[in-house]
Nanobody, 124 residues
Framework: QVQLVESGGGLVQAGGSLRLSCAVS????????MGWFRQAPGKEREFVAA????????NYADSVKGRFTISRDNAKNTMYLQMNSLKPEDTAVFYC?????????????????WGQGIQVTVSS
């Protein structure tokens, strides 16, 4: 069984930075696409960023382009999300996800495994 565990969330002031990590265990990591999603209070879960295997291609939601960077370290079975210039509207629970599909995947329904989520709160 695949397990995904997020870490690195917390409270930060607007304009600040956070780095989220997603550790993967339980199966071969290297050949899978991974992504970050987020869900703000009262809103649906939305796509944030995705990265293919082995990491040469990425895709971002328009709302985070130029501020967030997704990456992965296949040797460590870990994916990252560097978040800079954070805004109060970035406040949400962030989830990492993994899919067996090849290439960049942005649809929630196409991901097979999910982490438990981690809170990111940006104060104004």
């Amino acid at each position: 069984q695949v397990q995904l565990v997020e870490s690195g969330g917390g409270l930060v002031q607007a304009g600040g930075s956070l780095r989220l990590s997603c550790a993967v265990s339980g199966r071969t990591f290297g050949t899978y696409t991974m992504g970050w999603f987020r869900q703000a209070p009262g809103k649906e879960r939305e796509f944030v960023a995705a990265i293919n295997w082995p990491g040469g291609a990425t895709n971002y939601a328009d709302s985070v382009k130029g501020r967030f960077t997704i990456s992965r370290d296949n040797a460590k079975n870990t994916m990252y999300l560097q978040m800079n210039s954070l805004k109060p509207e970035d406040t949400a629970v962030f989830y990492c996800a993994l899919t067996g599909r090849i290439g960049i995947v942005v649809l929630i329904g196409e991901y097979d495994y999910w982490g438990q989520g981690i809170q990111v709160t940006v104060s104004s």
